[in-house]
């Protein structure tokens, strides 16, 4: 797996803004044509979410070559500081989700460990104590925070977020630390909203 980032100046896409993804496809879509018509031919698959590009399947230092020659000939440059080989049987990661199995991305480990180590923690000794003593209020892990945490993995995985979320609901009392902007509805209603 190849996961590359280009370059973007001011005068091509602006970057970080809620706009992004739309502009990036805007701006990306003839180049988008080129590079399915080059991995269709290659055997690869090829995704990409705003300026992140990834390509998976057997990819070779020529692919690399190509993939560079097809970005440079449409004005795009490869930030090759950003250019990593993710070979099978290592870590694969692309935006902060693990990519090493087939099927679909997966959530971190270390970002589950962590959310199941804070929930039973507040199951155990409270919210109040979490914060206090256990280095909730350091992180600032109000509630707003703790339950987008738990609708981030719900998307992803929706057999460990959603138990999670509802726990966190129940368990993180409203107002602590801010304005909830949060509301959270019945597992069974998150289906309701694609």
Request: hydrophobic share 35%.
């Amino acid at each position: 797996m190849l996961h590359c980032k280009h370059k973007a100046t001011a005068d091509k896409l602006p970057i970080g803004l809620s706009t992004s993804p739309f502009l990036s496809n805007l701006a990306f879509l003839s180049t988008d044509h080129f590079l399915a018509e080059y991995v269709q031919s290659e055997g690869l698959s090829f995704t990409r979410y705003v300026d992140d590009l990834t390509f998976s399947g057997g990819i070779t230092d020529r692919h690399l070559a190509d993939i560079d020659r097809i970005l440079d000939d449409a004005g795009w440059s490869v930030s090759t500081r950003k250019t990593a080989f993710m070979r099978g049987g290592g870590p694969q990661y692309v935006t902060g989700l693990y990519v090493g199995e087939a099927d679909r991305p997966r959530i971190p480990r270390k970002t589950k460990r962590r959310m199941r180590w804070i929930l039973h923690i507040i199951s155990r000794f409270g919210y109040d104590t979490y914060m206090a003593e256990f280095g909730g209020e350091d992180q600032e892990m109000h509630r707003h925070r703790l339950l987008g945490w738990a609708c981030y993995i719900a998307a992803v995985e929706p057999d460990l977020g959603c138990p999670l979320l509802r726990a966190f609901d129940g368990l993180v009392p409203e107002g602590y630390g801010g304005t909830d902007w949060i509301d959270v509805v019945d597992v069974e209603d998150l289906d309701d909203l694609d």
